[in-house]
């Protein structure tokens, strides 16, 4: 499927796999609209995707917050012009033992990681059911298929995320809206690198482009075929 002139809204697109997958969709002609919370990192990447000859936009706002999220949707479908293709994409990865974790922590892990898609989705629906059909990704993880050592809130809030994503798939399927959720393994970003699950060797552990190439792919799937979920691995870490 040609995907040029569509809009994309992408949370956490100023760095890491939300910036690769902006750049990748930037390439087949996709309008982007990308969120986050740095400004500075916003900025530079809408230049990027301009250069790139498409639209491009940002909006500030911190997923956590039903009520920021409303108005930074909003702001985009108009910058845009409306929105075919939600990536939920934001998301934190702190890390650390059961016990030692402070509560807060574990709360906020979860607030980003499941409320964060659960308040961009139900702000972008409505734009998606306008136009009749739409696709959302989810970016869940491996460890939402199977808990780990020092990874309980990590872990806890991408189950949450797929069997969100599942219920939402199994809803809006009769509105031809494609929901795919998605399970990478580690890749190399400033989440992986920072949390020590990864060098990011180049030669060895996959990189955001990868993962953006692989997105990209999916999306261009005729519209009667859909991903339901879908894992990507290193081959040889
Ligand atoms: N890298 C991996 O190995 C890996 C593997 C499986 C799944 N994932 C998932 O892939 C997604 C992207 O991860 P990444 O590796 O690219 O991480 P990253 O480099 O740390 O980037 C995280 C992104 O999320 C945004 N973000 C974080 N908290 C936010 C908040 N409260 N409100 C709004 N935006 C927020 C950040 O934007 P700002 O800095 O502008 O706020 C940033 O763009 C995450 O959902 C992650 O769990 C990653």
């Given at each position: 499927?040609?995907l ?21 969709l ?6 982007v ?8 990192h ?16 940002y ?7 039903m ?10 479908a ?8 939600l ?33 961009v ?8 059911k306008q ?16 808990g ?12 949450a995320?797929?069997s969100l994503?599942?219920?939402?798939m ?37 990189q ?30």
């Amino acid at each position: 499927m040609n995907l040029k002139g569509k809009n994309a809204l992408i949370t956490g697109g100023g760095r890491g796999l939300g910036k690769a997958v902006a750049v990748a969709l930037a390439n087949e002609g996709v309008n982007v609209g990308i969120t986050g919370r740095n400004e500075e990192h916003l900025k530079s990447t809408v230049a990027e995707l301009e250069k790139l000859g498409v639209k491009a936009a940002y909006s500030v706002f911190d997923v956590e917050e039903m009520a920021q999220v409303e108005q930074g949707v909003a702001s985009i479908a108009s910058q845009l012009g409306g929105i075919d293709i939600l990536i939920n994409n934001a998301g934190v990865g702190d890390f650390g033992s059961f016990e030692d974790m402070p509560v807060e922590t574990w709360e906020k892990v979860m607030k980003v990681n499941l409320f964060g898609v659960y308040y961009v989705t139900k702000a972008t629906l409505p734009y998606l059911k306008q136009n009749k059909e739409g696709d959302i990704v989810n970016v869940a993880s491996t460890a939402g298929l199977k808990g780990g050592p020092n990874m309980s809130a990590y872990c806890a809030s991408k189950a949450a995320v797929i069997s969100l994503s599942q219920s939402l798939m199994a809803e809006l399927r009769k509105f031809n809206i494609r929901v795919i959720t998605l399970t990478p393994s580690t890749i190399a970003t400033d989440m992986s690198i920072e949390g020590k699950l990864t060098d990011g060797n180049p030669e060895k552990v996959l990189q955001p482009e990868d993962f953006a190439e692989w997105v990209r792919d999916i999306l261009k799937m005729n519209r009667r075929a859909m991903i339901a979920s879908a894992s990507i691995f290193s081959t040889n870490p």
